[in-house]
């Protein structure tokens, strides 16, 4: 049978929206969803794409451990009444010009104190280290992905974010070259597994959203 590996991309992000958010924050690298205007608010983006997945025979939720990431997530899980598994190996990009320290992140306990979905049994197969350069983040992004399609052969979705959708996508399809994903918010990666060939069969869709940003931003 064929494996399918969906990749989403977090919903729209609070600095993205307010950057003044950055200077008061108590967690600065980690922000959550923009919860304001329903256009670009984060969490109806990531309703959004949990109705999109319903249906499909999805069995395994994976999510980067950054808060709008679990946020996306949690939508999702919610629609498809699955748990979410936390992984390291699916983060942000640690780019040092953009973290001047390794991102500070809520503990696993207080995210699934907010989270109850969250299976705390569950531990990271691929850890993110910082700080790490452009080429790290994707092949680090890349080997999770395959250790997850290797280890859990239903159909299973990861949650991450610009980087990691990049470097998950290629790492599937065995390129090393970067191809032309829409990593757009909240958008969608279909690869599929057929026999030892994995295919690409949707690119970054956003037909699930109401609206879409015109430009994507990766930071």
Not at 131 to 158: H, N
Not at 161 to 179: E, F, I, N, Q, Y
Not at 192 to 215: I, P
């Amino acid at each position: 049978m064929p494996q399918t590996v969906w990749i989403a991309r977090h919903g729209n992000r609070l600095d993205f929206v307010n950057p003044e958010w950055f200077l008061t924050a108590e967690r600065p690298y980690d922000p959550p969803l923009y919860d304001g205007d329903e256009g670009d608010n984060g969490f109806i983006q990531a309703m959004q794409l949990g109705q999109r997945l319903k249906g499909e025979n999805i069995a395994h939720i994976f999510a980067s451990p950054f808060l709008r990431t679990v946020q996306t997530a949690n939508q999702v899980a919610e629609a498809l009444d699955l748990p979410i598994k936390v992984e390291s190996g699916l983060s942000e990009w640690l780019n040092p010009a953009w973290m001047r320290s390794h991102p500070e992140k809520l503990s696993l306990e207080a995210l699934q104190a907010q989270y109850p979905r969250i299976d705390l049994t569950y531990t990271s197969r691929v850890i993110a280290e910082y700080p790490e350069m452009g080429e790290t983040a994707l092949e680090r992004s890349g080997e999770t992905a395959r250790r997850l399609a290797d280890e859990f052969p239903e159909d299973i979705l990861l949650v991450g974010h610009g980087a990691s959708v990049l470097g998950a996508t290629m790492g599937l399809l065995g390129v090393t070259t970067k191809p032309e994903i829409n990593a757009a918010l909240c958008c969608l990666v279909k690869v599929v597994r057929y026999e030892q060939e994995w295919v690409m069969e949707l690119n970054g869709d956003t037909s699930h959203l109401t609206r879409t940003e015109k430009v994507i931003r990766f930071h």
